[in-house]
């Protein structure tokens, strides 16, 4: 993902250049060629073909009459090894000659491939010079090292100044991100209209992440008026460059028919799209429609396969299907008591309808023992998310008395606000019926409390709410896991950081689990704050999350030494085929810590933790356990586990 990530911001930093360079072309078109010019065009068209025997000759020949551009290409040709052996020393020697001549666009190409190979010094040299010159990308480019304090002190006002010279000179990327500083109040106060103004520039110039971000402030409304005709044109056009989140959201429009017309089978095509790239939310959502038979031929299994995929990255609304399909038998073999874990992974989201879902459980004792004072608390947690499954489940348990003293005044409020908050007719209909039976059998006094409670309810909103609707917070979250991984990739742990708490702060798995890790680097100084995070993404069934947070309860840094949460959370790792769960499995059944111990178990656990742990001090102190723990099994034992490890091999390879 890193690279690709990359290569979407160089890309845009690149395409911004080319406008430049094509107005600097036609103005130099008009002097007098530069010496060795000819030789510098003959040797381009020639690299496009291949032929770098005669593109060398004459960049060469350009070089020696002084060309920057020869010397420049010349150097890409040592770098790359075309035609020639690679050599990095005479490669950079021969850009930093070209760059030193002057040139603006020599000076920022230098500087690009000087970052790409990490030498960040150098680069933030030269695309300071080329700055200088009102060169435009390199104006953005170095607003980027100022804002975020890379090789710098961090000085927000000086990066947004730079961002603003870039973007007045029509860079495209300054413009976006000029745009994500307004909307987020990223050093300047927030002003979700001057945030649209900017992406509404880098749109026009075909920016496919502006014009999502376009997209979105018309759906909500967000600095311009809300029109989702407009919402589903540039996100339309965003969606025909292949971003995902674009087609997410125009998936959602065609699905039900806000700005264009409806049309299932667009929205599926949309939605596939999105999904074939990982999209957890088009998975889910192309997954409904694969339960429905919208768009495409009903297929629960089908369905089934997309959830489960979603739900691996921690998105609760697939949790929440899943675990539905698991209850019910629908396209998977029934199973309650996994249809249970997955309703908790989800309700310790706090997502309402998961909280519902979970409390049906404990209500009725399926799938785990029957409790109704969790489903009374869970129901309450859901009912304030507006739940009408909840508000149907608290009125039910005040009518019963179940895990409550009967009330006929919190009946009656609980199952009147569920017929007005039931997501179809036919519920609204049915819990309203409900309410007023219940209501009809109040005196005159009752029946006013009741009615000053549920207004009182009601007038409450369902959840602290924030502006940005959760694709524009998905898109928040995505843009800054994007950014942080391009930093950490090269090594700057300071930008990565506070890119990272960004991104978890939206809500990110990622970039929640990512933060964790950084932190984790840090020492045990650190450790609480990662454990924080690995939790937060553990909690969205983040597997690695799981994992590392499994192996901290095993030392007690930064949490609670517990043994037995240490072996839950392992057990959930290692169903997603996280290395890191094996080893903790197989160190606590050796060591009979938060379970029995058990040697045969142990050996199964670090035969995985050998063969599949990515670090080869873990892999070597897993073959040393398992020798030992060998010594206290018969072969039977060893024998039968070794078929469960080639059976987890099988299934790994399918």
């Avoid at 002003?191 to 900017?198: E, N």
């Avoid at 909690?539 to 609670?560: C, E, F, I, K, Y």
Wanted: glycine residues 10%; hydrophobic residues 45%.
């Amino acid at each position: 993902m890193g690279a690709a990530v990359r290569a979407r911001w160089v890309l845009l930093v690149v395409a911004c250049w080319l406008v430049l360079a094509g107005g600097a072309a036609s103005a130099w078109a008009q002097a007098a060629p530069a010496p060795g010019q000819p030789q510098v065009i003959a040797g381009e068209a020639a690299t496009r073909q291949g032929d770098y025997t005669t593109a060398r000759r004459l960049f060469e020949e350009a070089a020696a009459l002084g060309n920057a551009s020869a010397k420049f290409n010349l150097g890409m040709m040592y770098e790359r090894g075309q035609g020639v052996a690679p050599d990095p020393r005479r490669a950079a020697r021969l850009m930093v000659d070209a760059a030193e001549a002057g040139d603006p666009i020599l000076q920022f190409q230098v500087a690009l491939v000087a970052e790409e190979k990490g030498e960040r010094r150098m680069a933030m040299y030269f695309f300071s010079q080329a700055a200088a010159q009102g060169h435009a990308g390199a104006q953005s480019r170095l607003g980027d090292f100022h804002f975020m304090g890379e090789e710098v002190p961090q000085d927000p006002a000086e990066g947004l100044r730079l961002w603003r010279l870039a973007a007045d000179g029509g860079d495209a990327g300054a413009q976006v991100k000029l745009g994500k500083a307004y909307q987020q109040g990223a050093g300047v106060p927030r002003d979700v209209a001057a945030a649209a103004r900017y992406f509404r520039l880098a749109a026009e110039q075909g920016s496919a992440l502006a014009q999502l971000e376009l997209g979105v402030a018309y759906g909500a409304g967000l600095g311009v008026p809300a029109d989702e005709q407009e919402s589903a044109r540039w996100l339309g056009l965003a969606a025909r460059q292949g971003d995902p989140m674009a087609q997410l959201g125009l998936a959602i429009l065609y699905r039900d028919g806000r700005g264009v017309p409806r049309n299932h089978a667009e929205a599926a095509r949309l939605f596939r799209l999105a999904s074939d790239k990982g999209l957890a939310m088009a998975q889910w959502s192309l997954a409904a429609m694969y339960v429905t038979g919208q768009g495409v031929p009903a297929n629960p299994a089908e369905a089934v396969r997309l959830n489960r995929l979603a739900a691996d990255q921690g998105l609760p609304q697939a949790q929440v299907a899943l675990g539905g399909a698991l209850q019910l038998g629908r396209g998977i073999a029934k199973n309650e008591r996994e249809a249970v874990r997955w309703y908790r992974l989800a309700a310790d989201q706090g997502y309402g309808p998961a909280q519902a879902a979970l409390a049906a459980m404990y209500f009725n004792g399926t799938g785990v023992p029957r409790d109704q004072a969790e489903a009374l608390r869970l129901n309450r947690l859901a009912a304030a998310q507006h739940s009408s499954r909840a508000m149907a489940g608290l009125g039910l348990a005040y009518v019963r008395g179940d895990g409550v003293a009967p009330d006929p005044v919190e009946a009656c409020r609980w199952w009147s606000l569920a017929g007005r908050f039931a997501p179809t007719p036919e519920l609204r209909t049915s819990s309203s019926q409900a309410g007023e039976r219940i209501c009809a059998s109040l005196s005159p006094a009752q029946r006013a409390r009741a009615t000053q409670l549920m207004e009182a309810f009601i007038a409450q909103p369902p959840r602290a709410s924030e502006a940005r609707n959760e694709l524009g917070r998905a898109v928040d979250g995505v843009y800054d896991l994007e950014r942080g991984l391009q930093a950490a990739g090269r090594g700057d742990t300071a930008t990565a950081t506070v890119l990272f708490r960004r991104a978890a702060e939206n809500g990110n798995a990622m970039a929640q689990l990512n933060l964790g890790l950084l932190l984790a680097s840090g020492g045990p100084a650190n450790a609480a704050e990662a454990a924080k995070y690995f939790a937060l993404a553990a909690d969205q069934g983040n597997g690695q999350a799981q994992a590392r947070l499994a192996r901290l309860h095993t030392t007690g840094h930064g949490v609670p030494l517990d043994p037995r949460k240490a072996f839950r959370l392992a057990t959930l790792a290692a169903a997603q085929r996280e290395p890191e769960g094996y080893a903790v499995l197989g160190l606590l059944n050796f060591n009979g810590q938060g379970t029995p111990r058990n040697m045969s178990e142990a050996w199964y656990w670090l035969s995985l933790t050998e063969r599949d742990h990515p670090d080869a001090g873990q892999r070597e102190w897993a073959k040393l356990s398992r020798m030992r723990a060998a010594n206290s099994m018969a072969q039977a034992q060893i024998d039968r586990q070794r078929q469960r490890v080639e059976a987890t091999a099988t299934a790994s390879a399918n």
